[in-house]
Each structure stands twice: as structure tokens, then as C-alpha cells.
């Protein structure tokens, strides 16, 4: 089996009286890219704001890469590449200098910090606007950034809130090559999405979340194998039907 890289277990959340995550579990190893699947409000962002440390859980444990989450924070965030849904950037700096403060953040030398800006400043066509101030940005220019502030420091682990919200074709197409070619190479991708062709194109494996629950976790050939009559999409809409919920694994 391969190694695994992050596990969490029992996470429970409560918002202001609202169970928003109970007792959520799973898995990610080496080599896979991992999507999580859910209708609004399912508890899909707040699993992966859970994974990353941006909100605090009552119960359970999350370690990644072997490091306890709540132990050792500054640790354990090291390894992790997190794109964010709401884009918080400073709007205040340009591109490059957002992208040098994450860099200094995780001690990126200055020769391979440039290489790798030039890299993905070219597969996101943000080679023209990355000197100019992020207040001027589009939506999708700010998620380009936010993607590029990610990975600028190659984490073993990228985890990803909705990464194609606001991509052009092109950029869109480019990020699915680098999660693979992540994943191929020993790594994790983990992101959340409500986009089936993109979770069908690109994963190794599914779990779908549902009032807080992940109701489901397989293969997602392993899936499609046992259900060859029904499509992803019949499949996502039967298990998040209330009367059919059921964990799968």
C-alpha cells in the first residue's frame, strides 16, 4: 500500500449550534489525487479549512505527514499547499511581491523562487500582470495567484478549495496536468469540487460529503465499475439523496 500522507479522524465542527462536520474521517497516500464532493452547505470547505488550520475542530485528530495538526501547526503547515476559496491576498502589493512574501515565509532560495515564477506565471498567462498591483486583478487573475502562491514552494501535499473557479480553459487544463503530474510523482493532491467532468478526468479517488457526513470514499474506477448502469452524475444525486444515504466505502 502506499504511504500515507495525511489522516483525519472524528473531526467534529459546530457553528454557532450548527453540526456542520460529524465525525469525518478519511485517508490520503502518496500518489493520488483525492476529491471531495458535496452540494452547498454540505461541509466540504469547512473539511478542508479543518485539514489546513484555518478553523479549529472540537473532536478528532488530523495529522499530515505523520505530524499532529494541533501539536505542531507551524509544522505540519509546511508541507501543505492551500488554494482558498475567497482569494485572501494583499491587494496592496503587485504580484511578484505577494509571491516573495510566501517565499521568504518558506525560506524559497532566490534562484528557484524565479524559475518556478516564471514557470507557472507562463502555464497561467500572468507573465504581463504579475509586477502590476493585485487590486487591479480580475476574479480568475486572483485565483491564478492564489494557485501560483501555493505551489510556489512545491509542499508535498496541495490541498485545494474549488481551484477551477474562474479559470480560463486553458489555465483550467493546465492546473488538472500539474495535480497529475503532482500525484505522479509520489505526492497528494486533495481539493474539493462540484465540477463531475473535472472529478471523473482527473482522480484516483472519491469521497462525497453530505449534512456533515461523508457518506461515501472508494475508487472512483472501483465505483463506476460496480455501478456500470449509472452515470457519476446519477451516482453523486442518489447517495446525496436523503432517503438513500449510506456510507460507502
Same mark, same amino acid.
Not at 35 to 46: D, F, H, P, W
Given at each position: 500500500?502506499? *504511504?500515507?500522507?495525511?489522516?483525519?479522524?472524528?473531526?467534529?465542527?459546530?457553528?454557532?449550534?450548527?453540526?456542520?462536520?460529524?465525525?469525518?474521517?478519511?485517508?490520503?497516500?502518496?500518489?493520488?489525487?483525492?476529491?471531495?464532493m458535496g452540494e452547498n452547505g454540505?461541509?466540504?470547505?469547512?473539511?478542508?479549512?479543518?485539514?489546513?488550520?484555518?478553523?479549529?475542530?472540537?473532536?478528532?485528530?488530523?495529522?499530515? @505527514?505523520?505530524?499532529?495538526?494541533?501539536?505542531?501547526?507551524?509544522?505540519?503547515?509546511?508541507?501543505?499547499?492551500?488554494?482558498?476559496?475567497?482569494?485572501?491576498?494583499?491587494?496592496?502589493?503587485?504580484?511578484?511581491?505577494?509571491?516573495?512574501?510566501?517565499?521568504?515565509?518558506?525560506?524559497?532560495?532566490?534562484?528557484q523562487r524565479q524559475e518556478r515564477?516564471?514557470?507557472?506565471?507562463?502555464?497561467?498567462?500572468?507573465? @504581463?500582470?504579475?509586477?502590476?498591483?493585485?487590486?487591479?486583478?480580475?476574479?480568475?487573475?486572483?485565483?491564478?495567484?492564489?494557485?501560483?502562491?501555493?505551489?510556489?514552494?512545491?509542499?508535498?501535499?496541495?490541498?485545494?478549495?474549488?481551484?477551477?473557479?474562474?479559470?480560463?480553459?486553458?489555465?483550467?487544463?493546465?492546473?488538472?496536468?500539474?495535480?497529475?503530474?503532482?500525484?505522479?510523482?509520489?505526492?497528494?493532491?486533495?481539493?474539493?469540487?462540484?465540477?463531475?467532468?473535472?472529478?471523473?478526468?482527473?482522480? @484516483?479517488?472519491?469521497?462525497?460529503?453530505? *449534512?456533515?457526513?461523508?457518506?461515501a470514499c472508494c475508487q472512483i474506477?472501483?465505483?463506476? *465499475?460496480?455501478?456500470?448502469?449509472?452515470?457519476? *452524475?446519477?451516482?453523486?444525486?442518489?447517495?446525496? @439523496?436523503?432517503?438513500?444515504?449510506?456510507?460507502?466505502?
Amino acid at each position: 500500500m502506499s *504511504e500515507l500522507i495525511l489522516k483525519m479522524t472524528g473531526i467534529d465542527k459546530r457553528f454557532s449550534g450548527v453540526h456542520a462536520l460529524k465525525g469525518v474521517d478519511f485517508d490520503l497516500y502518496a500518489g493520488e489525487v483525492h476529491a471531495l464532493m458535496g452540494e452547498n452547505g454540505a461541509g466540504k470547505s469547512t473539511t478542508i479549512k479543518s485539514i489546513t488550520g484555518i478553523i479549529s475542530f472540537e473532536e478528532g485528530r488530523v495529522l499530515i @505527514d505523520g505530524i499532529d495538526l494541533k501539536t505542531a501547526p507551524l509544522e505540519a503547515k509546511k508541507h501543505i499547499g492551500y488554494v482558498s476559496d475567497d482569494h485572501v491576498l494583499y491587494e496592496g502589493l503587485t504580484g511578484v511581491e505577494y509571491v516573495n512574501f510566501i517565499c521568504d515565509v518558506f525560506q524559497v532560495p532566490s534562484a528557484q523562487r524565479q524559475e518556478r515564477l516564471d514557470k507557472y506565471c507562463e502555464l497561467f498567462a500572468l507573465t @504581463d500582470s504579475v509586477k502590476k498591483q493585485i487590486s487591479t486583478y480580475s476574479h480568475g487573475m486572483k485565483q491564478k495567484l492564489n494557485i501560483i502562491g501555493a505551489l510556489i514552494h512545491e509542499p508535498k501535499i496541495w490541498i485545494l478549495d474549488e481551484p477551477m473557479t474562474g479559470l480560463d480553459p486553458r489555465s483550467a487544463y493546465n492546473l488538472k496536468q500539474l495535480m497529475r503530474e503532482h500525484a505522479d510523482k509520489g505526492n497528494s493532491v486533495f481539493f474539493s469540487s462540484h465540477v463531475l467532468e473535472v472529478v471523473e478526468k482527473v482522480c @484516483d479517488r472519491i469521497g462525497i460529503i453530505d *449534512e456533515g457526513h461523508l457518506i461515501a470514499c472508494c475508487q472512483i474506477d472501483e465505483l463506476k *465499475e460496480r455501478n456500470k448502469d449509472k452515470s457519476l *452524475e446519477e451516482l453523486f444525486l442518489k447517495l446525496t @439523496d436523503n432517503s438513500a444515504a449510506q456510507t460507502v466505502e
